[in-house]
């Protein structure tokens, strides 16, 4: 945990390096030019003795998660890495910042007085003592946690404990409850009549049973293979250790079968296996596989023979699973609450009849089963744990409401906690920081992909990698935690993006408590009044109340503050925060009843992200213009209009949110509103979001200049801006999001201009006639990556389908009050990739036909308002992946049409009667 600290300290103090401040500052003032030179010396050195450092904590292994000593070790290294954090802030703080040129830095004006120059003297001085307190910490590790890197006893450990662990999970295959289908899909693929070896995975988190569903198929079907063999794999492995189990495996009770290989080197070894199994039908389980690399030392030896062998992988990596023959991965989810019930019953209540739970307890043990979020290892441990228990009220409710604590602390669930807690280990250093931050979020919390990224870039957890944005790293470190089952993916967008995800509670309290621990941060929760006992540096408020000041006992450490929710409170201590927590990076107040931001605002120079969404303030002081660092900053459903004109001073800002939303169904043709930007717009040409900027001539003619935008969203646009507009969108190659809202329905949108890059167009307002077949922006070369299209008030008269069918690759297509005439067709081969459908507003539409063949892929189908449709239309027993039928706002003639119409067996609809 120790090396989150120190790699986010590196990167700290590589920022400072990087700047050039005292190289600047020798040239101007000499005087203290060579102070700041030495000092800088000092922090170059801090930064190789920290990367050492990071480098063997990075070896040390779960050997030490519960040595006193190891614990005590690093929480000085925390402090220190925390100290030295602190030390480059006030370093940046006094010596400069970039200034409105961005070629060269200025000293604060205050920086000229003996009180400043006092102050950086003081820094020099602590950064010296961190330097002795880091060789002092260096030589306690030597005296006290010796750690031999040539020694491969860490290894042998740990692969002793991953062994144990799995050992444990093959022995909980008589537990099983639930799986009789994804047995019975195992069995099958394992008893295929192919005769080519296949390779199949059992993917899913830590303790959901992969191991313990593998043995139970394992035992019964192993006899119908010639040889058979099973072995741990785990994330630290001896190859040759790893070969001779097998060949062991295989052996049995064969005496003479395979030769010694005592002897044998691994070359050896793998031939010897290799020439066994070139006759035999073979069935080989590698459980617990953690690297791709992993699955191919031994795959290798595992040859096709031919005979219908089998491998059967268990897995809690994507990566690892993709591996798998085609068709053969088997992802175990949780377990519904009807079989988590039977579980826990089945272990807490073993001698009763049947397993019954006495009815005084259900109510409880319900509970308790509900936190165990459906993990057979949790529901087993923890059932083991309630069956040695008083079978009382008293007893089940203690258990119950401390049951986090005893998930971090009892001895008898530290099988839960060690093999949720490998996963973690095993993180790379860059991701376990993205993960902790997850966890002090509430219980279930459903993440945005978007919000999150901004708030990993603000804090500074991703690092650079080529050429791509931070933003597309960070969107790869969170594919990266959902594909090793660390993070719950919820729901994709209709093109496959990550959209929404989740944390498994109880994931979620074990890095709660390294959080805590490690003063990473700490979530103040509503029902948990002791959620903040240890101080950190990042604070989320699931709920704001009154007494919330006494969270604050080490503001001046605060980096991060997060409020979550509606609230009703007002936050009267924000000019406080501001003063004392000047080093702050991350302050989201969204929800809040806030109507004035504090000039003190200003001083917060580390400031990186601003979230005001859904408050009460009408005006931003002058002041924000000196957040040189601000990359983030979210206005949306403020009251705020008018930005103030030092925003375009802010050269680093990547994303701004400053729209209103009138009508949130996109219904209306105005149901938006942005803001109007100064002049000077050209200046913020980081800008990668902007929504909504209201269109102006001063801020569309410098529009084009903000080359790396992404998102972009106008308002109020006139038809005579449209050709300035395509000037400027011929800039954005990056482009991705375009949605363009005209100042009238009679305002003519006409957007001649070809974006590669563009993925999703929403166009509100009237067309041309002849527009989707001239413009460029529908033509299948342009379009090649459009994903989702939303046409809205487009008054067309010609069918707009035909010309639509050339853009292949659409997944989402929304006409709202889009088309004039009464007939649509979708025909055979249109639309192939088209999974989201929605028609609204449509009021002379009285026709609709579907070929057969049309939309192969939908899977949801909107019809709303269409007033003038007097039968279901034609061809949706057609549509055979639909999951989702909605008819909206319908007559109650058209709902007696309903009631007759017969859809297939799997098509269930919705509808709702016009008011």
């Not at 089998?310 to 023959?325: G, P, Y």
């Not at 109007?676 to 209201?694: D, K, W, Y």
Request: proline fraction near 3%; charge should be neutral.
């Amino acid at each position: 945990m120790a090396e989150i600290v120190i790699l986010l300290a590196i990167k700290k103090i590589g920022t400072a390096l990087a700047n050039g401040i005292a190289r600047e500052a020798s040239t101007q003032f000499a005087k203290y030019g060579t102070r700041l030179l030495e000092l800088q010396a000092s922090m170059d050195r801090l930064v190789r003795e920290l990367s050492v450092m990071h480098d063997v904590l990075c070896q040390m292994d779960i050997r030490n998660l519960n040595n006193a000593v190891y614990e005590s070790w690093l929480e000085g290294v925390r402090k220190v890495a925390y100290n030295m954090e602190d030390m480059v802030d006030e370093y940046l703080y006094l010596v400069g910042q970039e200034n409105d040129v961005g070629c060269c830095f200025y000293l604060k004006k205050g920086f000229r007085k003996p009180r400043s120059l006092l102050s950086l003297n003081m820094i020099a001085i602590k950064v010296k003592q961190i330097e002795r307190d880091l060789t002092h910490l260096s030589e306690t590790k030597n005296r006290w946690i010796p750690m031999n890197i040539g020694d491969t006893s860490s290894s042998v450990y740990i692969v002793k404990r991953s062994q144990d662990l799995a050992n444990i999970s093959r022995s909980l295959d008589e537990d099983l409850v639930g799986v009789d289908e994804n047995r019975e899909t195992l069995q099958q693929w394992l008893a295929g009549d192919h005769l080519e070896r296949s390779v199949i995975a059992l993917l899913g988190m830590g303790g959901l049973g992969k191991t313990a569903l593998a043995a139970n198929v394992y035992k019964k079907e192993r006899e119908n293979f010639q040889c058979h063999a099973w072995v741990s794999i785990s994330q630290t492995y001896s190859r040759e250790d790893i070969l001779r189990n097998i060949i062991k495996e295989l052996s049995g009770d064969k005496v003479g079968v395979l030769s010694n290989t005592k002897d044998m080197d691994n070359t050896c070894l793998e031939e010897t296996i290799k020439t066994f199994l070139e006759q035999q039908k073979y069935l080989i389980i590698l459980d617990d596989v953690w690297t791709p690399e992993a699955f191919n030392d031994f795959s290798r030896v595992l040859i096709h023979n031919d005979k219908g062998s089998r491998v059967v992988v268990t897995t809690r990596e994507s990566c690892v699973a993709a591996l798998a023959s085609q068709g053969q991965i088997l992802t175990l989810p949780a377990l519904p609450e009807d079989k988590a019930w039977d579980l826990f019953c089945k272990k807490a209540f073993p001698r009763d009849t049947n397993h019954k739970c006495p009815t005084e307890l259900k109510p409880l043990s319900e509970e308790i089963v509900s936190k165990c979020k459906g993990l057979p290892l949790v529901i087993v441990l923890v059932g083991g744990l309630l069956r040695v228990r008083e079978k009382t009220v008293e007893e089940w409710r203690r258990i119950n409401v401390q049951l986090s604590w005893e998930l971090i602390n009892n001895s008898s669930l530290s099988d839960i906690r060690n093999v949720l807690h490998l996963s973690f280990i095993y993180l790379p250093t860059r991701l376990k920081a993205c993960f902790l931050y997850c966890s002090l979020f509430p219980e279930d919390y459903l993440f945005k992909r978007k919000q999150l990224i901004r708030l990993w870039l603000a804090e500074g957890f991703i690092e650079e990698r080529g050429e791509s944005t931070l933003e597309e790293v960070a969107e790869g470190y969170l594919k990266e935690l959902i594909d090793r089952n660390m993070l719950q993916l919820v729901e994709r967008n209709s093109f496959g993006r990550i959209k929404e995800f989740r944390m498994h509670d109880i994931l979620r309290e074990l890095a709660v408590d390294l959080c805590q621990k490690n003063c990473f941060g700490v979530a103040h929760e509503d029902k948990c009044g002791g959620a903040h006992q240890k101080d950190g540096r990042r604070l989320v408020l699931h709920k704001l109340k009154d007494d919330i000041q006494q969270s604050f006992s080490n503001m001046h450490q605060l980096r991060t503050m997060i409020t979550l929710g509606d609230s009703k409170s007002s936050f009267t201590q924000l000019t406080l925060l501001c003063n004392e927590s000047r080093y702050m990076t991350v302050l989201e107040l969204s929800g809040l009843p806030i109507e004035k931001i504090p000039d003190a605002i200003g001083d917060l120079f580390n400031l990186r992200y601003l979230g005001l969404r859904d408050s009460k303030v009408k005006k931003l002081p002058k002041s924000v213009e000196k957040l040189f660092n601000l990359l983030t900053l979210d206005l949306c459903e403020s009251d705020i209009n008018e930005l103030p004109s030092g925003i375009v001073k802010l050269k680093k800002l990547r994303h701004l949110f400053a729209e209103r939303v009138f009508d949130r169904t996109g219904r209306d043709l105005k149901c938006r509103s942005g803001v109007h930007i100064p002049n000077g717009l050209g200046n913020l040409t980081n800008l990668q979001t902007l929504q909504a900027l209201e269109a102006q001539d001063d801020s569309l003619r410098h529009l084009g200049e903000l080359r790396q935008m992404r998102s972009l969203r106008l308002c109020n646009v006139k038809g005579i801006y449209c050709g300035l507009i395509s000037e400027s969108l011929v800039h954005m190659q990056y482009l991705s999001f375009l949605d363009v809202i005209a100042s009238d329905e009679n305002e003519v949108l006409s957007l001649n201009v070809r974006l590669p890059s563009l993925q999703k167009l929403t166009l509100r307002g009237r067309l041309a006639e002849g527009a989707l077949d001239e413009s460029p922006l529908f033509q299948p070369v342009g379009g090649h990556n459009l994903y989702s299209l939303s046409l809205c008030w487009s008054q067309l008269r010609e069918d707009p389908l035909p010309p639509l069918s050339r853009l292949s690759t659409l997944t989402r297509l929304d006409f709202t009050r889009a088309y004039n005439g009464e007939q649509l067709a979708f025909l055979t081969e249109w639309f192939p990739k088209l999974k989201v459908l929605w028609l609204r507003d449509l009021p002379k539409l009285s026709r609709l036909e579907i070929a057969e063949g049309a939309m192969a892929s939908l899977e949801k189908l909107f019809l709303f308002n269409l007033i003038s449709m007097t039968e279901v239309p034609a061809g949706i027993e057609f549509l055979l992946p639909l999951q989702y039928l909605a008819f909206g706002e319908i007559s109650s003639d058209f709902l007696t049409l309903l009631c007759q119409w017969t859809p297939t067996p799997s098509q269930r609809y919705h509808y709702s009667l016009r008011d």
